[in-house]
């Protein structure tokens, strides 16, 4: 059982980081493009998951500059809406 332990944690160290990095917005993920990610993370389960928590994780600063919070928050907020009543 002791032996299959790490094996056991290196496998849902990967398969957590690939739903995380399928969940991640393009436009925030750093350093590689998503599939790049995903790429690493198969063919090198730790080091590519370490890498992803580490240097490719979306902060919080780059989901806040691209997020929806930009558009209006209701229809009467939104002047385009307005000039086609």
């Not at 398969?15 to 493009?33: F, G, K, N, S």
């Not at 995903?38 to 490719?56: D, E, K, R, V």
Request: charge should be positive; avoid cysteine.
């Amino acid at each position: 059982m002791g032996r299959f332990l790490p094996v056991a944690l290196a496998i849902l160290l990967a398969i957590y980081t690939l739903v995380e990095v399928a969940q991640a917005p393009t436009y925030a993920v750093r350093r590689m493009p998503r599939w790049g990610w995903a790429t690493a993370i198969i063919l090198l389960p730790i080091l590519g998951a370490a890498g992803w928590l580490f240097l490719g994780r979306p902060s919080s600063q780059s989901r806040r500059e691209n997020s929806y919070t930009a558009r209006p928050k209701a229809p009467d907020d939104d002047n385009d809406f307005l000039s086609g009543l």
